[in-house]
């Protein structure tokens, strides 16, 4: 997919140069699929066929080892936060305008969410702020390509790593995004992928998480 660049008209005013295609999308082959799942049984399954080769092609087009499929976006982040052992006495460095669920993850596993400015080219996390925020409880940041706009995400990599911090990329508003030939979702050490309702591929619930590790 071409990296989609906005005319910013006005504050957060975005001028939309494609067509959205309509909904729900007039395409035989999703009616056959869903025909398909069902008559199988795997429709009601949580380690089917289908979901094996979901993961299986997450992980080729993000250019990733391991993608595993969950019950959504917000789980995935959970799980990254919890795999990783960031809780009580840990920091973790968000844009102040974010999706909700975000924040209230980070503070469910204890940690604290420490809050930087979003950049005025896009609303996602400012990478010159992004120091002002360092501390010795600094455990991971996480950036999110928010409204299918891309992240500052390759300054926000290096930053991260001079400084020994886990990069976690929400990419569950830019699935198919590519930011200098790479897909968005693959900068980071671990990122989510939501198949929520208005998702842009929505299986009306679901999500996903890929790691390197
Ligand atoms: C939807 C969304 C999530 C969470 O996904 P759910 O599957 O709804 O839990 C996380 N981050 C962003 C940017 C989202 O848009």
Partial sequence: MARFLPTIKRKWSVKVTFECPSWPPDWPEIGQAVESVLQSGEWGQYHSETCKQLEKRLAQHFKTP???LCCSGTAALEIALRTQQIGPGDEVILAAYDYPGNFRTVELVGARPVLVDVSPKNASLDPNLLEAAASPLVRAVIVTHLYGQPAEIEAIRLICDQH?????????????MTIASQPAGSFGDLATLSFGGSKLISAGCGGALLTKS
Avoid: S
């Fill in 66 to 68: 391991i993608a595993r």
């Fill in 164 to 176: 020994d911090w886990l990069l976690i990329e929400d990419a569950c508003q830019a699935m198919g």
